[in-house]
């Protein structure tokens, strides 16, 4: 049976499976394929953490493009600014000697620092130049300014006199950390010295730390953006969920047979409209189903009543019967014949009555079994002697074969006697003169009987209707007892009644084998059967080509 959701026994396992990191990918897997809500709500967050991903790449990438891109402009300005200052200083100058010269330059400097807010300034002669003694010494404020400085740079800034170049780079802070940065060279003239290459460095550490806030903002707000997706879409779907959960449980009960159930009808919406229609399907089979069943009530109470009713009259026709049969001598030959015939005919009437009865208290379930300790192999003996005469009269062996079966079992004598008596009375009277062979075997849950013929048999289409009521392969064929066809119906209702087996197996021309199987005791559950079916003697059968049926599986 299904444990409502939610219970303590339902959810202690769950949480010590959480408790197992080694069980989650298992239960993630189970919990996908079982909840709707778990897998609306990681589709929505997978995909809305998707989309806030990229659009906060982008944003990052074109905010940090934009912040270059400034930084650069500003830069390219400050560093022209201070290259046209340097070069009205140097140019305004009448320095000659070398110490002038290399005064000239520091002030050069110093206006290039003042102008570019930038303290990184580095002034290297032009090579390829004239060597001259009053030529100051190349001068850098930033480290190994050679090796920051590209080659290529260089290459472009001692080609082209006038013009300024770029290049990022990556500078070296106060404390031997890194940091990005951009140098920018150009030429400047000396008077006296000649061409020197001008380069100025300025660091981005500002537009990185803005970058990198930026970046930190938009992480935070993606994932709290993402987490706050998963808290309302898990809200969401709770609205749905919820009232869809309540209509699946509502259909299971009614599934299982509890017709009274509905689903409650709240508002106007879709879920509402489901509901209403739900209940109107179930309104309606519960009608009809009441319907059939006044119906089928009526009907076994008719049949039992007409049986009843019969009884009386038929009582009285058997007693006048009677003594017309006993009579029978003294009359004329046809009409002798005639007191005979109506004498069958009502044996025959009243043994169907007794049957009808027998099925209609089935139907009506008013059976109550009479269980008492029962030995179903003195049962067997009990049977085949009643039934010994007429095998004789059809030249029929009848053998018990008990391995087993000695022990007592809770059943209930009269109705498995009754069963005994209509599979070897039918054994005899299809086993057209060859032996029938009863076994009784028993293992510790349960009990069998087997009932075997090698008569007539049965194709695979006549074995799966045996067990129909009024139903006979071939009512033209003769019969001494029974007849009425509803034998086997009945100890199939008593097999069932006692929680047991009766199943057949047979095969035209080779015969037939009827095996009952009975739990030893009255709440006990059948598992398999101590006797083989179809019987052991059935595989040579099979292979000469005979087509053998089987029916009657577990039934209850
Ligand atoms: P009845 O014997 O009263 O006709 P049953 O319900 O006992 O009714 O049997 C129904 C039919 O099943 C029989 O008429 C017969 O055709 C078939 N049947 C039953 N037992 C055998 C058997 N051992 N061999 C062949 N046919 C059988």
Not at 209 to 236: D, K, M
Not at 362 to 391: K, Q, W
Not at 406 to 425: E, K, M, Q, S, T
Request: charged share 20%; net charge negative; hydrophobic share 40%.
């Amino acid at each position: 049976m299904a444990r409502p959701a939610g219970t303590v026994q339902g959810t202690v396992p769950q949480l010590t499976y959480w408790s197992r990191p080694r069980t989650w990918p298992r239960l993630v897997r189970a919990s996908w394929r079982s909840s709707l809500q778990f897998r609306t709500i990681t589709v929505s967050v997978a995909l809305s953490g998707l989309a806030i991903l990229v659009v906060g790449v982008y944003m990052s990438v074109s905010i940090g493009n934009d912040l270059f891109q400034s930084r650069l402009s500003q830069v390219l300005f400050e560093s022209d600014r201070a290259t046209s200052a340097a070069q009205s200083l140097l140019d305004s100058s009448d320095a000659t000697d070398r110490v002038q010269v290399q005064n000239l330059l520091s002030s050069a400097r110093t206006s290039i620092s003042a102008t570019s807010s930038s303290r990184l300034v580095a002034v290297l002669r032009v090579p390829g130049q004239d060597p001259s003694t009053v030529a100051p010494l190349d001068s850098s404020t930033f480290g190994q300014s050679t090796g920051v400085i590209g080659a290529d740079l260089r290459t472009e800034v001692q080609a082209n006199d006038g013009d300024q170049f770029w290049q990022s780079v990556t500078l070296t802070g106060n404390e031997a950390e890194s940091m990005p940065g951009i140098v920018v060279g150009s030429q400047i003239a000396v008077p006296v010295a000649g061409r020197y290459e001008l380069y100025i460095a300025y660091s981005l550490q500002d537009a990185e730390a803005t970058l990198l806030f930026v970046q930190q903002t938009l992480g935070v707000a993606g994932v709290t953006l993402v987490l706050l997706i998963g808290v309302v879409s898990w809200i969401v779907v709770r609205f749905v969920v919820t009232p869809l959960r309540v209509a699946a449980e509502t259909s299971q009960k009614l599934a299982s047979g509890d017709l009274a159930v509905r689903i409650p009808e709240k508002g106007e919406d879709v879920i509402a409209t489901l509901a209403r229609s739900f209940n109107g399907m179930a309104d309606s089979l519960q009608s009809q189903i009441r319907e059939l069943a006044d119906l089928s009530e009526v009907q076994q109470r008719f049949v039992s009543d007409v049986s009843h009713e019969l009884r009386t009259p038929l009582t009285t026709i058997r007693l006048a019967g009677d003594v017309l049969y006993d009579q029978r001598a003294s009359f004329p030959p046809a009409t002798g014949r005639t007191a005979e015939l109506l004498h069958t005919q009502v044996e025959r009437f009243e043994l169907l009555l007794s049957d009808l009865l027998e099925i209609s208290r089935y139907d009506a379930g008013s059976v109550e079994l009479e269980s008492e300790p029962t030995n179903l192999v003195h049962l067997a003996e009990d049977a085949i002697d009643s039934l010994r005469s007429l095998a004789e009269s059809k030249g029929s062996d009848l053998r018990l074969v008990a391995p087993g079966g000695y022990l007592n079992a809770d059943v209930d004598p009269r109705r498995i006697r009754r069963v005994l008596h209509n599979l070897i009375g039918n054994a005899i009277e299809h086993g057209e003169g060859k032996p029938v062979v009863v076994s009784v075997d028993s293992d510790a849950s349960a009990v069998a009987l087997a009932v075997r013929d090698y008569g007539l048999g049965m194709s695979q289409g006549e074995v799966a209707h045996v067990f129909d009521r009024f139903w006979r392969a071939d009512p033209s064929r003769q019969r001494t007892i029974g007849g009425t066809g509803l034998g086997l119906a009945i100890a199939r209702e008593d097999a069932s009644a006692h929680n047991g087996w009766l199943q057949v197996w047979s095969s035209p021309g080779a015969g037939s084998c009827f095996r009952l199987t009975l739990p030893r005791t009255t709440r006990g559950r059948l598992e398999s059967s101590p006797i083989p079916l179809p019987p052991d003697d059935a595989a040579a059968i099979g292979e000469a080509g005979h087509v053998p049926g089987m029916s009657g599986g577990p039934h209850d």
